[in-house]
């Protein structure tokens, strides 16, 4: 029996990834902004794989809402043996033209939700099997983008995160990773307006949006035994974009 | 077993200690098994021992042997 948290796991990568991990067996904890929306993707996931998968909904920018997921996990499993910080926010933005509360909230949700969402699961994943941390970063994060450099900073925050964590984490036998997507076709992208989804489409060298299933994949590998020797890497999932 | 033997041993077993130490005036890096690695071992080990999850706030204020006793009586374990 392995055990996973997965937040922001009502729709997009975190719904995918959740998939995924109950697909191999694993049983689940799962997190969503919506009480209603993550209830009926639990009682899904838990119908149509058979494992066992409890919930709870909250702003992940509340460290309570961390510290009760973690409860829950301890209450129900004991350990995490996987623990994907996913939830997070977009919102676009020039210097100058984004609202303090826009800035606030970025950070508040992509950099402090990761961070109490880690923190308070590390000693859940010290007492599991070959536990294993993936966050989800982006490709802003670490390339900048214009128009975005507030949400690149929240996301360059993860990136700091997940390095980080890997050394402190290492010597206690906990893996730390994050995936770094492109665009993907998933409800973030609504705020973007068409010409500029159709620019990101063509700085894409394959050309096409990604799909949540296709970073779901990278991060169900990046947990799993296949990638036991890898750890404080941040992989892109971006299908060659540049921006 | 009551509740005070199983937190001193808790506290034996994670630090390492010998079974005889004297554990009830013991401080957070007062003592050279005490630092900031094993006192998350610790925690782990009270966490396991009587089965509560202590918050990160109780975590970083777990001080002294004396504070995890108060600690813990928050979490309805009355160590005394």
Known sequence: MSVALVTGASRGIGRAVASRLAEQGHHLVLHGHDPERIAATAGEIAAKFGVTVVHAAGDIADPATSKALARLAFDTFKRLDALVVNAGTHAAGMLGMTPDATVERLFAVNAAGAAYTLQNSVRLLTRGQRPAVVLTASITGDQGVAGQAVYAASKAAVAGLTRSAAKELGPRGIRVNAVAPGFIATDMLDTLDEAGRADRIAHTALGRLGAADEVADVIVFLLSEQARFVTGQIIGVDGGLTL | ?80
């Open chain 2, 1 to 80: 077993m009551t509740e005070l033997p199983r937190l001193r041993e808790a506290f034996r077993t994670a630090l390492d200690l010998p079974a005889d130490e004297p554990v009830d005036d013991l401080r957070y890096q007062d003592h050279e098994k005490w630092d900031s690695l094993a006192h998350m071992s610790l925690v782990a080990a009270i966490e396991d021992e009587f089965s509560v999850m202590i918050d990160t706030d109780d975590v970083i204020n777990m001080s002294s042997f004396a504070e995890a006793v108060r600690i813990l009586g928050k979490y309805g374990v009355d160590v005394k």
